[in-house]
């Protein structure tokens, strides 16, 4: 049996290094006032397709059995973080607490042709501050500096350099 190209499943050892990641990245996240939320993997077509995304990318989501009913076919599995986290800021604006501070570590998955270093399925970490009007641009600033400062945690990775 040969591996599912596109899909990695990782060994034993190679999780623990991914855990070890995540986990220094959300403790500089949340160092810096970012909470944490998790995304539904599942989103309405239209939805994903309305940045004008192609089509190719996104895997639609169709249970056998209603296969010929379509009644699932305007589902697809999320291709990033972005359209999810703009329909959840959304759909949770007035529980919210503006501006809001978020980060997200979670899996996405794109209908691309695999290669190396390029996956079908992987783990994408976002952070994002949002507001209800405008934001001030100090706020990019502080996006781009925590980002450094997550990435120049990772120095326990072989052969990784900022």
Same mark, same amino acid.
């Given at each position: 049996m040969s591996p599912l190209s596109g899909f990695p499943e990782l060994l034993p050892?190679?999780?623990?290094?991914?855990?070890?990641?995540?986990d220094s990245l959300r403790a500089t #996240?949340?160092?810096?006032? #970012?909470?944490?939320?998790?995304t539904r993997a599942v989103e309405p077509m239209d939805q994903l397709l309305r940045k004008g995304e192609t089509s190719k990318e996104v895997y639609v989501l169709r249970r056998l059995q209603d296969a010929d009913s379509g009644s699932d076919s305007g589902l697809g599995l999320h291709f990033d973080l972005t359209v999810p986290f703009a329909r959840?800021?959304?759909?949770?604006?007035?529980?919210?607490?503006f501006p809001f501070r978020r980060?997200?570590?979670?899996?996405?998955?794109?209908?691309?042709?695999?290669?190396?270093g390029r996956y079908r399925e992987f783990a994408q970490a976002d952070i994002d501050i949002v507001g209800r009007d405008v934001l001030p641009f100090h706020h990019d600033v502080e996006v781009a500096r925590v980002?450094?400062?997550?990435?120049?945690?990772?120095? #326990?990775?072989?052969? #990784?350099?900022?």
């Open positions: 050892a190679q999780r623990v290094v991914e855990q070890r990641v995540i #996240f949340e160092l810096h006032g #970012f909470a944490n939320i998790e959840y800021v959304l759909e949770h604006a007035g529980k919210l607490e980060y997200q570590i979670q899996k996405v998955w794109r209908g691309e042709r695999p290669q190396e980002m450094v400062e997550a990435l120049a945690g990772l120095d #326990f990775l072989p052969g #990784f350099t900022l």
